[in-house]
């Protein structure tokens, strides 16, 4: 079947030294680092909705990747073009998962029963194609957020019906997620949230958008799906102020609700710095947690505030992301997703080729070079010479809950302290890491 990509062949790994552009230099699938594949490390994944549904427009105008799906004809039809397209990229790509949202793979209908007649019909159609091809499903996730209907948010909407709509969109979500095979079922809040305080009793909608997520948990149990629950936290954009700001305040959501066994995190690297955070700040503090499930990968842009979905480029954020991603056990069953569109300019099938191409490599690069950080051991061994207090009986003693406030105090006299200053280190430290990161881990 030909599609945009039937021009290109699929893309191999060649080397670092390799001049083709449309080839792998560093990510060697099968390479063996830590003890696994690069490819079982990373789990890349294309996002339906930047690589197939992306029109390019953007608040001052309209669409400029015209795309054959994106005419007039069939919804339906035009769906499986779009499909064929996708399943064609995901070839050229040679990447081992995909992730969409609902209204990405079928076209809305006029009701709820007809919008979720088309997602059926277009979720058989994918079924097909994956029995012919090796890429799954790294999760499925539901757009409650484009359809004017959800302009003030989907489970925390101030009108109920909007919550039922919602609510039976994720449920038939969730079945075609299971019927898949996907790893995760994702929950980004698009716009849980607000515009404004003046209009919104927050206490209420938080308390709707926690018996939401109950409601999806149980529902998990209830069909025996396999995969995680995830939540993608973000601090703004569309609304002022997302419900699910960062890592840190959906963990306390989880927790209120009783659900931080259950729940974990999809992290999206340009989400962590609009919220003044890094990429490696939410990874390091989900894997604290022990809910790190799974990344968006992408790239901000530092003199713009929002979120431009850049494919990623640089080696030492996605380093030290990477760092603590191993640190934190490794991603699991989750992936890294490219959660990343390429500018409205570059409009030609092949930018898109070049987009994942340098996405790809980066990431296996950048966890190459962490890897060989970790094997290496002297950044590691600098960390824990800083906190070796810690690990004495003293230091133990301290954490173990067996002294009280004023015990402590007797202690604290009696071993007449004289705490030195000790260097941060910070300069050498960023040194040994630049020359471990900047020197070719092949
Ligand atoms: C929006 C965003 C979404 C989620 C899935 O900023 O990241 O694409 O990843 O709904
Ligand atoms: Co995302």
Not at 21 to 34: E, G, H, K, S, T
Not at 63 to 73: C, K
Not at 366 to 374: S, T
């Amino acid at each position: 079947m030909n599609s945009i990509f039937s021009q290109f062949n699929t893309v191999k790994y060649e080397g670092p030294t390799s001049d083709n552009a449309l080839a792998y230099r560093w990510y060697d699938a099968d390479r063996i680092v830590l003890g696994k594949a690069l490819k079982e490390h990373l789990r890349f994944a294309v996002a339906y909705w930047h690589s197939l549904a992306m029109t390019g427009s953007d608040p001052f105008g309209g669409s400029t990747l015209a795309r054959p799906w994106m005419g007039a004809g069939d919804p339906i039809e035009l769906a499986k073009i779009k499909a064929d397209a996708a399943f064609d990229l995901f070839r050229v790509l040679d990447l081992p998962f995909f992730c969409w949202h609902d209204a990405d793979i079928a076209p809305n209908g006029e009701t709820l029963a007809e919008t979720l007649k088309n997602f059926h019909t277009m979720v058989d159609y994918l079924e097909q194609k994956m029995s012919s091809h090796s890429t799954r499903l790294l999760w499925g996730t539901a757009n409650l957020f484009s359809h004017p209907r959800f302009m003030a948010g989907a489970s925390t909407n101030p009108d109920p019906e909007v919550f039922l709509w919602s609510a039976a969109t994720v449920k038939n979500c969730m079945d075609a997620t299971k019927r898949l095979g996907g790893s995760n079922y994702v929950l980004w809040g698009g716009r849980e949230g607000y515009e404004t305080l003046l209009n919104t009793d927050m206490k209420q909608e938080l308390e709707q958008m926690g018996r939401f997520l109950t409601l999806v948990v149980e529902y998990k149990h209830k069909i025996g799906f396999e995969g995680q629950i995830l939540i993608e936290p973000k601090p703004k954009e569309p609304t002022s102020h997302q419900y699910d700001f960062d890592v840190a305040t959906v963990y306390g959501f989880l927790k209120r609700f009783g659900l931080e066994n259950e729940v974990r995190v999809n992290i999206e690297a340009n989400h962590a710095t609009l919220a003044g955070h890094s990429f490696e700040h939410e990874i390091a503090t989900a894997g604290g947690l022990g809910i790190l499930g799974s990344l968006d990968i992408n790239r901000g842009d530092a003199l713009l505030g929002w979120d431009t979905d850049q494919f990623p480029n640089d080696l030492w954020t996605m380093t030290m992301s990477m760092y603590h991603v191993i640190k934190a056990g490794g991603l699991g069953q989750g992936g890294c997703n490219f959660d990343a569109k390429v500018r409205r300019q570059s409009f030609t099938p092949d930018d898109m080729v070049h987009a994942h191409v340098g996405g790809v490599d980066l990431c296996a690069r950048a966890f190459l070079a962490a890897a060989k950080l970790i094997e290496d051991g002297k950044y590691d061994a600098l960390l824990s010479e800083r906190y070796a207090g810690w690990k004495s009986e003293r230091g133990a003693k301290l954490l173990s809950g067996e002294l009280s406030l004023d015990a402590i105090e007797t202690l604290a006299l009696k071993d007449e302290l004289n705490p030195q200053p000790r260097s941060g280190r910070q300069e050498a430290i960023e040194n040994l890491l630049a020359r471990s990161i900047y020197t070719d881990a092949v």
